[in-house]
């Protein structure tokens, strides 16, 4: 009896190598990433390259030297371009998720509460938009933007709005998908109270519907944020190099003269943070049985 | 308080008619009960006065105002819904200011206005807490309380009871008999259950398939039903139904059926003989038979009882009479026996009579 209940409780040590082997794929990458930051490039390409070395901010410095409020003296040409970058990805990865945000609860509002015709086939052909591969978007979408999305000179490509452009259309179908889902959990009878009680279409909206469908926000906004902020493609063919994000300046640093791992690592370490903030904080809203006690119990 | 009245009040889904054309007239502070089986349109009547349900043809005025294409908002109405329809972001002082916030009414005025009313229906302690921490009984009283704190000139309940169990529906009614004491208010109440429609109502209207098919007092419609359907309806438990024939015995005429001959009397008879020749309905509810051993035959009604309900200071027999179930109240003292033939006589009051076909009171 006792040695059945030992058996179950201790597992086949392949199970314990599998879980080991997994920890090491997910958390090996990270792990090379943040101690290759610290190293200086004698560390990183040196004959005894291993975890013992002297940690250095040096990488950082570099990095983060126009933004850093010191001149640190190891940097003899401080190159403004990480960042730069830093602040073009935040900017471009906010403002698209702000405004799919905004039109996806709106369309998906009109979607599930609206009737109109063609409201099925809209609602079911909406998801197929992201079913588009982006490589298979990034010619066209490069020769419209370059071409004929002008305003006077300036045309699409390269500027924030045009790549914020195309992120929102990328994100829109699947973002007006998940929050319709939340919106229909919300009970018409909580709308149809509003009403009575005096609200405008606007003010059930805003003050009713808004609030309860939080977690679906939430959740949107999470996975809008994550694919602008670590979107390449699009970003590489469309931006220039003031406008360029993270992710494009890091691949630009590879050249056939010189590789600095430790400046690379460290741009990736710091383009890792700002996700991990913005899931924190918006994860916190992801609370299930927002409507509870809404309608009857 | 305005005069509510619908005037060939129309809605239909495509071709199909829900509501055909009905005709009502509500007084001012009058509780007027709607009173139906599901899916007779009471519900859909009572969206159509409060604005969520557009009118397909007709119109509803609140006092000499035509409001049926005006916003719900427009209309001066306070509606409690079936399940509460609490916001569950916000906290019952919330909930219930709500409307009075939408209107930037001054802090000052709904803090008062709000404890107010939170103190009628005794719900001070829960001023902080969300929905979700309430009772049903607590909820029920929230969604009540936000229809309270507005100052409409008419409240709309649409089945506020149906969700309680037993104890708190009979609880909360009496609380609501009260509160429509107090409050001066034109009120109008859908409902399926006559008991509620009983006791609430100054007025009630029994509507079937979308038609009014009677309104009067809660008394008038008990004792003066005009259809079978109004009779079956009204009253608990319900009217027993008996098919019978009219028979003349030189003068004296008696509806006899399987077990049981009435007398009646002269003017009705003629009545009923001229409105429905021979064959007709009887209907006698439970209540208006008495035990009388030594009944007239040619004024009783013989039953074999089945099964003997005890509730209390009365019981209801259920038992057979002839083909035909019948419940019976009686006092619980008499003993009876299961099985046992028992002869019940009935006061010519008690006498229900309608027309076969039609099924209208005779």
């Known amino acids: ?297 | 308080m305005p005069r509510i009245r619908l005037e060939n009040l129309t809605k239909s889904y495509g071709s199909l008619d829900v509501i055909h054309g009905i005709d009502l007239v509500m007084q001012e502070n009058e509780f007027t009960v709607l009173v139906g089986p599901s899916g007779c349109g009471k519900s859909t009547t009572l969206r159509m006065i409060a604005g969520l349900e557009s009118v397909s043809a007709g119109e509803i005025y609140m006092g000499e105002k035509a409001v049926s294409k005006l916003e719900p908002k427009e209309r001066d109405i306070a509606m409690v819904f079936q399940d509460y329809a609490l916001y569950p972001h916000m906290n019952v002082a919330k909930n219930m200011s709500f409307a009075l916030r939408l209107q930037k009414t001054p802090k000052k005025e709904i803090d008062k206005k709000v404890s107010e009313v939170a103190a009628i229906l005794g719900l001070e302690r829960f001023l902080h807490r969300k929905p979700a921490e309430l009772s049903g009984g607590q909820r029920q009283r929230v969604a009540m309380g936000r229809a309270l704190t507005r100052d409409a000139s008419t409240f709309l309940f649409d089945e506020p009871l149906s969700n309680l169990d037993a104890k708190l529906r009979g609880q909360m009614r009496a609380e609501l008999a009260l509160m429509s004491q107090r409050v001066k208010k034109n009120m109008v109440y859908v409902t399926h259950d006559q008991v509620e429609a009983m006791t609430l109502g100054d007025r009630i209207i029994v509507m079937q398939d979308g038609h009014i098919r009677q309104q009067g007092t809660p008394e008038e419609l008990f004792k003066h039903p005009s259809s079978k359907f109004v009779a079956g309806f009204i009253g608990s438990p319900p009217m027993n139904f008996l098919s019978a024939t009219l028979q003349d015995n030189s003068g004296i005429v008696s509806v006899v059926g399987e077990g049981f001959c009435f007398q009646l009397s002269e003017q009705r008879a003629s009545r009923a003989k001229k409105i429905s020749g021979n064959d007709v309905i009887v209907g006698i509810r439970p209540s208006d038979l008495y035990l009388n051993p030594s009944a007239d035959v040619a004024n009783q009604l013989t039953l074999s009882v089945l099964v003997s309900e005890y509730i209390g200071a009365q019981s209801i027999l259920h038992a057979q009479c002839g083909d035909n179930h019948l419940s019976v109240e009686i006092k619980s003292e008499q003993p009876v026996a299961l099985g046992e033939s028992l002869i019940f006589s009935a006061s010519p009051e008690g006498l229900h009579l309608f027309d076969k076909k039609t099924e209208l009171a005779i």
């Open chain 1, 1 to 297: 009896m006792s040695q059945a209940a030992l058996t179950t409780e201790r597992r086949n040590p392949a199970f314990y190598a599998l879980v080991v082997a997994l920890i090491v794929m997910a958390l090996g990458p990270i792990v090379m990433m943040i101690s290759t930051s610290l190293k200086l490039n004698v560390d990183v390409m040196g004959e005894t390259s291993s975890l013992l070395f002297m940690p250095t901010v040096a990488n950082y410095e570099t990095v983060l030297c126009d933004v850093l409020w010191y001149t640190p003296e190891r940097v003899e040409y401080c190159d403004p371009t990480f960042g730069r970058a830093l602040g073009n990805s935040l900017i471009i990865a906010l403002a698209s998720t702000a405004i799919t945000l905004i039109i996806g609860t709106m369309a998906a509002y009109a979607l599930v509460r609206f009737r109109f015709m063609g409201r099925g086939t809209v609602s079911m052909t909406s998801l197929m938009m992201r079913m588009v591969p982006p490589a298979v978007l990034l010619v066209p979408v490069f020769g419209i933007w370059t071409f004929d999305f002008c305003v006077g000179e300036s045309c699409a490509a390269g500027t924030y709005w045009g790549i914020v452009l195309v992120y929102v259309a990328m994100n829109l179908p699947f973002v007006i998908w998940i929050l319709q889902s939340f919106i229909v959990q919300v009970p018409i009878q909580l709308e149809e109270a509003a009403r009575v009680d005096g609200a405008n279409p606007f003010q059930v909206f805003f003050l009713v519907v808004l609030p309860l469908i939080k977690p679906g926000l939430a959740a949107a906004a999470i996975f809008t944020f994550r694919i602008a902020w670590n979107e390449f493609l699009l970003a590489n063919a469309l931006l220039d190099r003031n406008t360029r994000t993270v992710p494009v300046t890091i691949v630009n640093s590879l050249t056939e003269y010189d590789i600095d791992w430790g400046v690379i690592m460290a741009t990736g370490s710091l383009l890792a943070i700002p996700p991990i903030i913005f899931t924190f904080v918006a994860s916190k809203q992801i609370i299930t049985g927002m409507t509870a006690g809404a309608v009857k119990g």
